[in-house]
């Protein structure tokens, strides 16, 4: 049964990472299209654009990666360890760093929500970088509890 839910949850976390490559191929040049039609004046917005979106989804995919190392962890019987709570570590640094570079491209939602007279633009572009947020949040209370877990695991091992 154990195995069934992984296999799921792997299965999910890759058709996770699907959508963001379309997004990558489709939407990201026409938003730094975008980008370089709202500011005539300075060419170089739209590589800006290429550049933070794209460098964002190295720690995206890389963080997929680490729940899935966490997932075959739980296959192994490892999930009360060391191993478990580096890979939620690296999943907080990765979430935080996704939404530090999403912010860099938060005055361009700004330009263009004033270009526009569509200030709820503003709310699109925070959606990334506060959903990355609570994703970091969720790993460091997850990282924290299973320190205490695996602390606990540790005793009850002593006491023997």
């Known amino acids: 049964m154990k195995q069934v ?64 190392k966490i997932l075959s962890y ?4 490892k999930a009360f360890s060391e191993l478990s709570v580096m890979a939620l570590k690296k999943i907080k640094y990765c979430a935080i760093s996704i939404s530090c570079l999403h912010l860099l491209i938060l005055p361009l939602f700004y330009l263009y929500a004033d270009k526009d007279d569509a200030p709820g633009v503003i709310f699109v572009g925070l959606v990334v970088p506060f959903a990355s ?12 509890l299973l320190e205490e877990a695996i602390e606990i695991k540790t005793e009850n091992e002593l006491t023997v």
């Open 5 to 68: 839910t992984t296999l799921f949850l792997k299965l999910a976390v890759i058709f996770i990472g699907i959508p963001v490559v379309a997004l990558c191929i489709f939407f990201v040049p026409e938003l730094a299209n975008v980008a370089a039609e709202i500011d005539m004046n300075h060419s170089y917005i739209k590589y800006l654009v290429y550049i933070v979106f794209y460098t964002a989804t190295i720690p995206f995919y890389f963080a997929l990666y680490q729940a899935i």
């Open 74 to 77: 739980i296959d192994k019987n």
């Open 133 to 144: 947020m609570v994703i970091a949040v969720f790993a460091a209370v997850l990282q924290k």
